[in-house]
């Protein structure tokens, strides 16, 4: 299965690049990208998780905030709901021409479209890209002391955790 393992990192290189270049060099975006994915692949890799579930969660953080450019270059102001308007067709096209196969697109779309539904009950890969979203966010913009406590209460693996923790540490 070595051959299928790299089919699928060779398609997923390919949905990177090709969502790396659908952001025309946008320096926030374009490097959260790569951290979500990143870190998701990580989480992943430690949480045992199967082929087929790995590839949906990479899938998923490369994807996962793909509607915003859309909704920006629209002149809209990419709220959560109009980035769920525009992500089902942008998902599909984004598979579509990676090569990923037809039954991969309700997994990822779950993933992109309900990843900031912090109340609602989630799968292990929804966790997953949950924690892996919002430590990046919390390195990229630090939230007030407020915010922190609903922040941690959405982490639920012990890396998860772990990691989120040092991103509320005291500036020394």
């Known amino acids: 299965s070595t051959s299928r393992r790299q089919r ?3 398609i997923r290189d390919r949905l990177l690049y090709s969502a790396l270049c659908y952001e025309e060099g946008h320096p926030r975006r374009t490097q959260h990208i790569l951290k979500v ?16 579930q790995e590839a949906v969660l990479g899938a998923g953080a490369i994807l996962h905030d793909i509607a915003i450019k859309d ?11 109009e980035q769920q308007q525009a992500a089902p067709a ?17 997994e990822v779309l779950e993933l992109v479209l309900h990843h900031h ?13 949950m924690e ?10 630090p939230p007030d002391p407020a915010r922190r406590q609903e922040i941690r209460s ?3 693996t012990p890396q998860g955790r772990q990691l989120v923790s040092l991103t509320f540490l005291e500036e020394k």
């Open 8 to 10: 699928q990192m060779c």
């Open 37 to 52: 994915y990143a870190l998701a692949r990580m989480l992943a890799r430690q949480a045992e998780l199967d082929e087929h």
């Open 71 to 81: 909704c920006k270059d629209r002149g809209l102001k990419a709220t959560q709901a």
């Open 90 to 106: 942008l998902a599909a096209e984004f598979l579509e021409k990676a090569g990923y196969p037809a039954d991969f697109l309700p």
């Open 117 to 129: 539904e912090y109340s609602r009950p989630r799968g292990p890969l929804m966790q997953l890209l």
């Open 132 to 141: 892996a979203d919002l430590i990046v966010n919390c390195y990229e913009c």
């Open 154 to 156: 959405v982490f639920r």
